[in-house]
């Protein structure tokens, strides 16, 4: 008697199938690896100073020498304009600083420019093309602004004679009104309106 033995057959996985099922977990385990990166990345960068807050400590050296504290603006109403050389937005938003400090700066506005994210001549070339009249940091206005949480230029924070936040504008001021939205919150009624 002749008897066979057969054995059910097995397929073997068409190789569509095992690279596929590859690139499935190729790209689940990437994902997974970026989301580590990228939570890790945003825990280490801080946030942006909030209205409310009372102005961290800084000090910065300003072109013309000597430098700036924010003890130096303590008693008052105070602009803080950060920006960048190579930002266009920057350089639109300088008319509206220069405005805000010809109208008030002889009535106590302080300003002061804090260059980032440039080298620091081109930072120097930005204060003289717009000739500011107040404090310009073009060295430790990256220290200042990761203290404060500053990533984007412009942006522009007010700050009241007691020290504390009252508003923040990010981004390019297209119109005086978008200075003016600060500057009431930090002068005496009226007085930016008027």
Known sequence: MDATISSPAVETPKSGTSNRKNQVIFFAAALI????V?????????????VGDKLPAFSMDVLGG?????ADFQGKPT????????????????????????????????????GIQDSS????????????????AVEGGNDVARSMGVQTTPTTIFVNAEGVVKYI???KLKKYSDMTGG?????????STA
């Open 33 to 36: 690896m970026l989301n580590a």
């Open 38 to 50: 990228l939570s890790y990345s945003m825990a280490n960068i801080p946030s942006l100073i909030k």
């Open 66 to 70: 000597g430098h700036v504290s924010n």
């Open 79 to 114: 602009v803080l304009f950060f920006y960048a050389g190579w930002c266009p937005c920057s350089h639109f938003s300088s008319q509206w600083i220069k405005k805000a400090e010809s109208e008030f700066g002889g009535a106590g506005l302080a300003l002061a420019a804090i």
């Open 121 to 136: 001549g081109k930072l120097k070339e930005f204060a003289q093309q717009y000739d500011f009249d107040f404090p310009v």
């Open 169 to 171: 504008f990010v981004g």
């Open 183 to 191: 500057l009431d919150t930090i002068l005496p009624a009226g007085k």
